[in-house]
């Protein structure tokens, strides 16, 4: 990284020595060191020096670029942009973060800010500010729950950023729109900052507060390491700590406990080098399923040793430069290759879950703004005749013939080999039609072993206790849902109905404000 910045800092040099409304002074070596602020997330230290250097050399060029980057890492694009409008960019480099400043400033333009105690938000005015009210709560108690393990409470403001849909996410990020669809990526933690992809862009939503979360995470490892930790650790101690803030210590979903213990029975890794420069780089979303799995238990098993502050002793001794290999050996004990055939021995002997059938789900984003349905869910199926009959299933039910597709779902169930909770939720949603409710919740509870956190399963589970006036128990199933994909007006509906029929009078009203923004 050194070599990088300094190569940089030349071609700042020649740059703004060629011409343009900046000089070359010899500052050289103290830019050097505000590059290097920069990168190690350092931003009140990098300003300050800025600000030194700006008013010992104002016509330097060296020093108006870094004061540039400082703008761009504190979420002043316009600023940034306005100061690199003055530099030329005949190299490579500059060019690039030039583009890079322009194209975030672009697709940022029309974003509002609603700021809460710890952390500032931006999203575009609409359907989106429905995320907030969710958005403030999963942060402000991460910031509490994860500052008391990591013992790191950020000084700042902790900036997070809603893009609309994948497409402005990928200018703004280093993923290509590829990446996005192959590995499930919708959010990071880069630049100082915390992006997401809004989840109204996805036909069922995600588990996006904890995602929120897991970014968190990153930011405080960034600024606490400053920026010296690997990333198969930066990324298995976010996966594993991610839902902490609401109480919950169960990390690895049913697939990704079925991946590992598939793959450790079968001796099959992801190499903890392939995992750069990025987990959303990986070939297959079963590889980037694995990859966090691997890594989120090797912290796992690295607590069951040490003990959860071990992460804050390790980041601690890297702020201070230290090499990580030696403070691994020395906090934990043993070196990589050591700690990880410890790890493989011992994840060995976990009872994990195993469910034959199973597939990790592929995130299928909207073709239009707005609900689409789930129609071609039967594509997923491996099974050519389980397809057929799901199709004729869904020709059936359009046409509201409910029991003859009941018929038709039940031998595309028979006939598939995996656990597709589309079709299970089709054949729910028939039950459902025709009153059928136990049979509905016996189907529901099944899927939901699987796919804990599928939004149409939980909506489905809902509407079954909703329309036996269990309302308590469908307050549950419709509050989960709700928080997967808050754009579905119909869980909105549901909630009110069921604040009202409880006397949660403050809960139905905050529930007509949220549902007011989609409406």
Partial sequence: MKNVLKSLLIISLLLVGAGNS????????????????????????AEKLS????????????????????????????????ILRHIGDSFKEIKEFKKHVDATRRASNNFISKESEHFIFRFEEGPDEILIHYAEEAMEKSYQVLGEILDYYPKEKVLVEIYPDRKPFAQISPLTLKDILTSGTVALCKYHRIMMISPGSLVRGFNWMDTLSHEYVHFILTKKSHNHLPLWMHEGIAKYLETQWRGEKQYLSPIMETVLSNALKNDYRVPLEAMMPSLAKLKTAEDVQLAYAEVSSMMEYLTTLKGTDIFAKILTELASKAEFEDVFLKYVGQDLTGFQNSWGSWAKKLELKNIPGIKTLTREFKKRKGLEPENKGYKTLKSRKARDLTYLGDILKSRDHYKAAIIE???????????????????????????????????????????????????????????????????????????????????????????????????????????????
């Fill in 22 to 45: 900046f000089s070359a002074l010899p500052v050289s070596e103290e830019v050097y060191r505000g590059y290097q602020l920069v990168q190690d997330w350092d931003i009140a230290s």
């Fill in 51 to 82: 600000e030194q250097l700006l008013k010992e050399y104002p016509e330097s060029g060296d020093a108006h670029f870094l004061q540039a980057r400082i703008e761009f890492m504190k979420g002043n694009y316009e600023r940034s942009w306005k």
């Fill in 409 to 519: 779902y039940q031998k595309a169930l028979d006939e598939s080999s995996s656990h597709s909770p589309i079709l299970f939720n089709k054949l729910a949603g028939a039950y459902l039609q025709t009153q059928r409710y136990n049979e509905a919740e016996s189907l529901l509870k099944e899927s939901l072993e699987f796919f804990p956190n599928f939004h149409t399963s939980l909506a489905n589970m809902g509407e079954v206790y909703f329309s036996n006036q269990k309302y308590k128990t469908a307050q549950v199933y419709f509050e989960k849902a709700v928080r997967i994909n808050p754009f579905n007006p119909f869980v909105h509906m549901r909630l009110i109905h069921v604040y009202d029929k409880l006397g949660l009078i403050g809960e139905k009203e905050l529930q007509a404000r949220q549902f007011s923004y989609i409406d």
